[in-house]
């Protein structure tokens, strides 16, 4: 069924390989192991992963060029631990350049395509992970969340995306981007799916000393009545779609109806978290990226004369545009003129934005904020922008610099018929209690 659709809807160009024949033998295994009753709890549930997701000796490029022709030697936990229960592996998906980007509009292998819509971007950077599960060629996709890149990519497919606490899944195998910001999340068409992946990818592993030892909670149950705050700001800002504040609207109002406390809060940090995402996550990746010297992996010029004009030949002819900016102006933060003036600063405003955040948690059980200002925009419109893709992240990145958990629902339409997200954030290690606030909220 799957390998079906992935076959009808190549034009949305979500994977970048597909695993046929090999996706079809474990079938046939699991199906023995069934029957022996041998078989693990996700026995034939059907993955799809990001391109920055490492799975032995098949090649992964992060969506970019540099990687060509690059096998990983080992698998990343999040992709083994589902293999361990059985789950099937169907292909990796297409993501903007080492998960750079809000649109999927910067990938090697060209733009995905939204279903709901093909002529709008599916959101990013897991804009393929997002697409395979909206489009029905996998239950569901691991995706990697940065800034927003499974929730965004979620809101834009009217489908459930979560990015974890980070710390809560291992990195083990994920490409870096940002280090202390990337999370690999997950996406279903239901929360209890997102859940149950969760629950199998999470915790700590040897692999990864910054993965936490936290224990996983298991589902909860609750009927209870929540304390949940809004930013005032969601509402207020030109920049949110109408239909967009409608929504949120709406969702509050059924909260309300039942009993629920909502509260209107302000938080005048907001404007400077996107500045503040941007300086560190790109001072961390010109630091990470680094490591694509054209000696070690992938992709190495065939015109070097000498060893500086092999790795500035390799690099230029290996990364796109969007990676590059990125590679300069990380580069230029951490500059020793200007680390303390913008690296420094945005530590410490990061710190401020984590505190403010952690405060209004421990008054109210949720925040509760639009995904994304807009729902998916057309292909080409901020791709010469990048200031404007960037404003597309404006509501994810609070949660990515306090390294909260937050989950995006699909909660209603605009009059386009494209999919509005809803996100819900809460404490640090609380996944049950999203999961169980998003059942009652869908
Ligand atoms: N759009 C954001 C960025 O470009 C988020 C990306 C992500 O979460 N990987 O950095």
């Given at each position: 069924?799957?390998?079906?659709?992935?076959?009808?809807k190549?034009?949305?160009?979500?994977?970048?390989?597909?695993?046929?024949?090999?996706?079809?033998?474990?079938?046939?295994?699991?199906d023995?192991?069934?029957?022996?009753?041998?078989?693990?709890?996700?026995?034939?549930?059907?993955?799809?992963?990001?391109?920055?997701?490492?799975?032995?000796?098949?090649?992964?490029?992060?969506?970019?060029?540099?990687?060509?022709?690059?096998?990983?030697?080992?698998?990343?936990?999040?992709?083994?631990?589902?293999l361990?229960?059985?789950?099937?592996?169907?292909?990796?998906?297409?993501c903007?350049?080492f998960?750079?980007?809000?649109?999927?509009?910067?990938?090697?292998?060209?733009?995905?395509?939204?279903?709901?819509?093909?002529?709008?971007?599916?959101?990013g950077?897991?804009?393929?992970?997002?697409?395979?599960?909206?489009?029905?060629?996998?239950?569901?996709?691991?995706?990697?969340?940065?800034?927003?890149?499974?929730?965004?990519?979620?809101?834009?497919?009217?489908i459930?995306?979560?990015?974890?606490?980070?710390?809560?899944?291992?990195?083990?195998?994920?490409?870096?981007?940002?280090?202390?910001?990337?999370?690999?999340?997950?996406?279903?068409k239901?929360?209890?799916?997102?859940?149950l992946v969760?629950?199998?990818?999470?915790?700590h592993?040897?692999?990864?000393?910054?993965?936490?030892?936290?224990?996983?909670?298991p589902?909860?149950?609750?009927?209870?009545?929540?304390?949940?705050?809004?930013?005032k700001e969601?509402?207020?800002?030109?920049?949110?779609?109408?239909?967009?504040?409608?929504t949120?609207?709406?969702?509050?109002?059924?909260?309300?109806?039942?009993?629920?406390?909502v509260?209107?809060?302000?938080?005048?940090?907001?404007?400077?978290?996107?500045?503040?995402y941007?300086?560190?996550?790109?001072?961390?990746?010109?630091t990470?990226?680094?490591?694509?010297?054209?000696?070690?992996?992938?992709?190495?010029?065939?015109?070097?004369?000498?060893?500086?004009?092999?790795?500035?030949?390799?690099?230029?002819?290996g990364?796109?545009?969007?990676?590059?900016?990125?590679?300069?102006?990380?580069?230029?933060?951490?500059?020793?003129?200007?680390?303390?003036?913008y690296?420094?600063?945005?530590?410490?405003?990061?710190?401020?934005?984590?505190?403010?955040t952690?405060?209004?948690?421990?008054?109210?059980?949720?925040?509760v904020?639009?995904?994304?200002?807009?729902?998916?925009?057309?292909?080409?419109?901020?791709?010469?922008?990048?200031?404007?893709?960037?404003?597309?992240?404006?509501?994810?990145?609070?949660?990515?610099?306090?390294?909260?958990?937050?989950?995006?629902?699909?909660?209603?339409?605009?009059?386009?018929?494209?999919?509005?997200?809803?996100?819900?954030?809460?404490k640090?290690?609380?996944?049950?209690?999203?999961?169980?606030?998003?059942?009652?909220?869908?």
């Open positions: 069924h799957y390998l079906k659709n992935i076959e009808d190549q034009s949305l160009n979500a994977f970048i390989e597909v695993y046929k024949e090999e996706a079809l033998e474990r079938a046939v295994q699991i023995e192991k069934i029957k022996t009753k041998k078989a693990g709890k996700l026995a034939g549930l059907v993955f799809g992963i990001k391109d920055l997701l490492c799975y032995q000796n098949h090649q992964v490029s992060g969506g970019s060029k540099i990687l060509e022709g690059f096998e990983s030697q080992f698998t990343a936990t999040a992709v083994q631990r589902l361990n229960e059985d789950a099937i592996v169907i292909g990796r998906q297409n903007d350049e998960g750079m980007g809000s649109s999927n509009e910067n990938s090697a292998f060209g733009h995905v395509k939204n279903a709901a819509d093909e002529s709008r971007v599916p959101g950077s897991s804009g393929g992970s997002a697409v395979a599960v909206q489009a029905d060629m996998c239950l569901v996709s691991l995706g990697t969340d940065t800034g927003g890149s499974v929730r965004q990519p979620a809101s834009f497919c009217g459930v995306g979560i990015k974890p606490t980070y710390s809560r899944v291992s990195r083990w195998g994920l490409l870096a981007y940002a280090s202390s910001f990337d999370t690999i999340g997950v996406f279903a239901s929360v209890a799916d997102c859940e969760l629950q199998t990818i999470g915790g592993d040897p692999n990864d000393a910054t993965s936490s030892r936290e224990p996983i909670k589902v909860l149950v609750t009927k209870g009545k929540y304390k949940v705050a809004y930013l969601a509402l207020s800002s030109e920049g949110v779609q109408g239909e967009v504040k409608d949120l609207k709406s969702t509050l109002a059924q909260l309300q109806s039942d009993d629920h406390t509260e209107a809060i302000e938080f005048p940090l907001l404007k400077h978290a996107l500045p503040t941007y300086i560190l996550t790109t001072a961390e990746s010109s990470n990226l680094s490591r694509y010297d054209g000696a070690h992996y992938g992709h190495r010029s065939a015109q070097s004369e000498d060893l500086e004009s092999m790795y500035k030949n390799s690099r230029t002819e990364f796109g545009d969007e990676v590059r900016r990125r590679i300069m102006l990380g580069t230029f933060v951490l500059s020793a003129d200007y680390h303390d003036a690296f420094k600063k945005a530590q410490e405003v990061r710190r401020l934005i984590k505190d403010a952690e405060k209004i948690l421990s008054e109210y059980d949720f925040i904020i639009p995904t994304s200002p807009t729902t998916a925009f057309p292909i080409g419109a901020n791709d010469q922008n990048p200031l404007q893709m960037y404003m597309a992240d404006l509501f994810t990145v609070q949660a990515s610099v306090s390294g909260i958990p937050a989950i995006s629902i699909p909660m209603g339409k605009d009059q386009n018929n494209l999919p509005i997200g809803i996100q819900v954030m809460t640090a290690f609380e996944e049950d209690k999203i999961f169980a606030f998003s059942k009652y909220l869908m």
